[in-house]
């Protein structure tokens, strides 16, 4: 059975930092790459970060070098380090398999205020 959980979002001022956690239980996390998606009121879900297995990653061009993504394969566990946060990066994050899994967690709220 898998279940995605989230935590770690919050309210922040512009140009502060959050971390953002996900445990995930069942047969998703070992053999597959890993993302977060985020999704935005009245916009699509979109991915923002991911990383591989072995660890390689890959952002979108609107996070990089102030995203940081993150594994720990003995403890089936995706981070996410904002850094540097902007009012566009308010959104609901998820993480989930890349390409994602047909189950989503309930999300973790991130709101940036100017």
């Known amino acids: 059975q898998v279940q995605l959980v989230e935590s770690g979002g919050g309210l922040v001022q512009a140009g502060g930092s959050l971390r953002l956690s996900c445990i995930a239980r069942?047969?998703?996390?070992?053999?597959?790459?890993m993302g977060w998606y985020r999704q935005a009121p009245g916009e699509q879900r979109e991915l923002v970060a991911t990383?591989?297995?072995?660890?390689?990653?890959n952002y979108a061009d609107s996070v990089k070098g102030r995203f940081t993504i993150s594994r720990d394969n003995a403890k089936n566990t995706v981070s996410l380090q904002m850094d540097s946060l902007k009012p566009e990066d308010t959104a609901v994050y998820y993480c989930?398999?890349?390409?994602?899994?047909?189950?989503w967690g309930q999300g973790t709220q991130v709101t940036v205020s100017s």
């Open positions: 990383i591989t297995v072995g660890g390689n990653t």
């Open positions: 989930n398999s890349k390409p994602p899994y047909d189950i």
């Open positions: 069942g047969n998703i996390f070992r053999f597959n790459a």
